[in-house]
């Protein structure tokens, strides 16, 4: 079977993550959270409170243990959960939007995907981090479905939150990732649309490894 890059983008909440991991899974390919890598720049930032980007970039040791799963070691210190918390997440579009921070990540990334076997979700996978990809989804689900499966998943990890708030912190990131000046979230020309709305994490798996199939034949 021939080695494949594959590259899933799409909006907040839309899946990408559990299935990339189960693809990765099942074609035995590496997982690559680009979403992971955004955050933990910005826990520094909040860290360090400093708008110079260019200095945080330099100052940065971000390493991403790829070995089952992804964690992701922000100078020497294993931020994987951290990350997850609510204040980065308010921020993490707005660092996200910065060109040294873009500009630093994006050659991490293809350095990462430079063997290729690897399936990588984010916002400009397809766009801009690995344009020759083999294989492009773009996911998407209606915001509804994304508010509500948040709110499931905070449920069963004890975690508050309603679903009007968790709604419009959906549509508050899409818009902010959809409409920046640097590489905004956008379908790649070439990339396949999928809409799981209404479709099981199952369902999505086996329609994103068939296409993975025949592009590794
Ligand atoms: N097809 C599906 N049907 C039902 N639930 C799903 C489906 N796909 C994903 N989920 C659930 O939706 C939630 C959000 O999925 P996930 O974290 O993979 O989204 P994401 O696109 O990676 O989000 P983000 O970009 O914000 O990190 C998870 O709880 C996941 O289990
Ligand atoms: N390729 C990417 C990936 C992510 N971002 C930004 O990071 C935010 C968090 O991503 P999650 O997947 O963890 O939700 C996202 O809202 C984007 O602002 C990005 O710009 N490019």
Redesign the pocket.
Known sequence: MKKINIAID?P????????AKLVAQKFNMIYVDT?AMYRAITLYYIEQETEDFDRLVKEIDLKIVLDNGQRVILNGEDVSERIRQNDVTQKVSYVASKEPVRTFLVNEQQKLANEKNVVM?GRDVGTTVLPDAELKIYMIASVEERAL??L??NELRGIESDLESLKLDIERRDQYDMNREISPLVKAEDAISID?TG???EE?TNKISELAKSKMN
């Open positions: 799409g907040a909440a839309a899946g990408k993550s559990t299935i979403g979700d499966r948040r499931k998943d799981t479709l099981t994490i999505v």
